[in-house]
């Protein structure tokens, strides 16, 4: 796991930021702050990601001042005072003196002293860069033009740029190192025991809800105390509803069990989706979309390696899932006119895979600056999740088909060579499957 006080780390990634800006820039940055849950019960802390990624520093109500003095790279922390009293009730502070010491901060400031020190360290800037996500710096603006109305008349006024950090930060985020590459894929491989756990587990009678804990209890096992996301564990129709966060109802006899859950590590996330029958064994019905919904996963992946256009993938999945719901008869027409006419949106209902890492929708863009689809390079990390969905209430379908949903999502790594299927070792064939389930009972 990644050292959060690995200055060298984070000071390469800020050097690496400030090497696409402009020299005469300052970049703002704000943590999140810490939220409440009901009273005195505040949620569990989690830092702004782009905060986290350029500081490591993990604490809430930061505030950090980027820029380049010279040839030299310059980090101000603002952070908490330490606070006896409430280091004993709500854990340890840095304080300033620890930003300095153990996070690697040039100049570190309780955070009273922000709006002060702001207006120093904008003198000589013409560009200012802002990672503000939650807006806690809503009168930003106001201070970095400040000094034009606050000058004597015949002295030079500085007119100054405000721009998005995202903008710049974002694409650099979407290429992993491996330090990176090796936290998701410990939450990847902590995910593959954690679904196998609830292959073993289900039965029907079993409560949703039971099988989230049991992918939290196992994945706890191999050191990842939270998940990326919350746990989707939907059981027959329940599946139908993408984002379905309840998980509240009884497994049924002959429903299968869509479950989406990733494990996080080291604040970076994995992201899997398997889908298995609750009973251990496919219908026929169930066998035949499940069979569709990989031979789309397996014709995307054989597509991935350097080169490649993000948009490729989802083109080759729609192709492919279109082409088995018209052999199973749920679509009507000619391939062509299938696609042509998107008539199988109705079933295919959302896009195929998304960037992954500290967030689970990873940031960075999906298109460049000319709008063309990004082309995949080595390091960069994504899902493939094709999925078919035919609610209970699609009474022109047959009954067979009816009340299921069925997705199947792997985490992939870009190489030179081509890819590597991160989550490969989860169960992902229908026999696959059937076969684990059978050995684990």
């Known amino acids: 796991m990644a050292d959060p006080t690995d200055s060298g780390l984070y000071a390469a990634r800020r050097s690496a930021l400030l090497d696409r800006v402009p020299p005469a820039s300052l970049i703002v940055l704000a943590g999140y702050q810490q939220k409440v849950r009901s009273k005195n019960i505040k949620y569990h802390f989690r830092q702004d990601n782009d905060f986290l990624y350029l500081t490591g520093f993990a604490e809430p109500d930061a505030l950090a001042l980027l820029y380049r003095e010279g040839n030299r790279d310059c980090l101000t922390l603002f952070c908490r005072p330490r606070d006896q009293a409430a280091e004993v009730s709500f854990g340890q502070r840095a304080g300033p003196e620890g930003a300095v010491v153990e996070y690697g901060a040039d100049h570190a400031f309780v955070i009273d002293e922000f709006e002060t020190r702001l207006l120093e360290a904008l003198k000589g800037k013409t560009q200012v860069y802002v990672g503000d996500e939650l807006n806690r710096l809503p009168t930003l603006w106001q201070l970095i033009n400040r000094e034009r109305f606050h000058t004597p008349f015949d002295v030079p006024k500085a007119y100054r740029q405000l721009s998005a950090l995202g903008a710049v930060l974002h694409p650099m985020r979407v290429i992993k190192s491996d330090p990176e590459i090796a936290l998701i894929r410990h939450a990847v491989n902590a995910s593959i025991e954690g679904h196998k756990a609830l292959m073993r587990t289900v039965a029907p009678g079993i409560n949703e809800g039971l099988l989230a804990a049991t992918f939290m209890l196992e994945i706890a096992k191999h050191g990842c105390v939270d998940v990326g996301y919350p746990n989707i564990v939907a059981?027959?129709?329940?599946?139908?509803?993408?984002?379905?966060?309840?998980?509240?109802?009884?497994?049924?006899?002959?429903?299968?069990?869509?479950?989406?859950?990733?494990?996080?590590?080291?604040?970076?996330?994995?992201?899997?989706?398997?889908?298995?029958?609750?009973?251990?064994?496919?219908?026929?019905?169930?066998?035949?979309?499940?069979?569709?919904?990989?031979?789309?996963?397996?014709?995307?992946?054989?597509?991935?390696?350097?080169?490649?256009?993000?948009?490729?993938?989802y083109e080759t999945c729609m192709e492919v899932m279109a082409k088995g719901l018209i052999e199973l008869g749920l679509l009507e027409g000619p391939f062509d006119e299938v696609m042509k006419s998107?008539?199988?949106?109705?079933?295919?209902?959302?896009?195929?895979?998304?960037?992954?890492?500290?967030?689970?929708?990873?940031?960075?863009?999906?298109?460049?600056?000319?709008?063309?689809?990004?082309?995949?390079?080595?390091?960069?990390?994504?899902?493939?999740?094709?999925?078919?969905?035919?609610?209970?209430?699609?009474?022109?379908?047959?009954?067979?088909?009816?009340?299921?949903?069925?997705?199947?999502?792997?985490?992939?790594l870009v190489t030179h060579q081509g890819c590597e299927n991160l989550s490969a070792a989860c169960p992902r064939s229908s026999d696959e499957i059937e076969a684990f389930m059978a050995a684990g009972r």
């Open 235 to 313: 059981s027959g129709n329940n599946a139908c509803c993408l984002h379905y966060e309840e998980n509240c109802c009884e497994v049924k006899v002959g429903e299968l069990v869509l479950v989406d859950a990733g494990a996080e590590y080291g604040h970076y996330s994995a992201d899997i989706t398997r889908t298995f029958p609750a009973t251990g064994r496919f219908s026929p019905a169930q066998r035949q979309i499940h069979n569709l919904v990989l031979a789309a996963l397996d014709a995307a992946i054989a597509r991935v390696r350097p080169g490649t256009r993000w948009n490729q993938l």
């Open 342 to 412: 998107e008539s199988y949106k109705r079933f295919t209902v959302h896009k195929t895979g998304h960037w992954l890492g500290m967030d689970v929708h990873d940031v960075g863009p999906y298109q460049d600056d000319r709008g063309d689809w990004r082309v995949f390079e080595p390091g960069m990390v994504f899902t493939i999740e094709p999925g078919i969905y035919i609610p209970a209430d699609a009474m022109d379908v047959p009954s067979q088909y009816r009340g299921m949903g069925v997705r199947i999502e792997d985490d992939i």
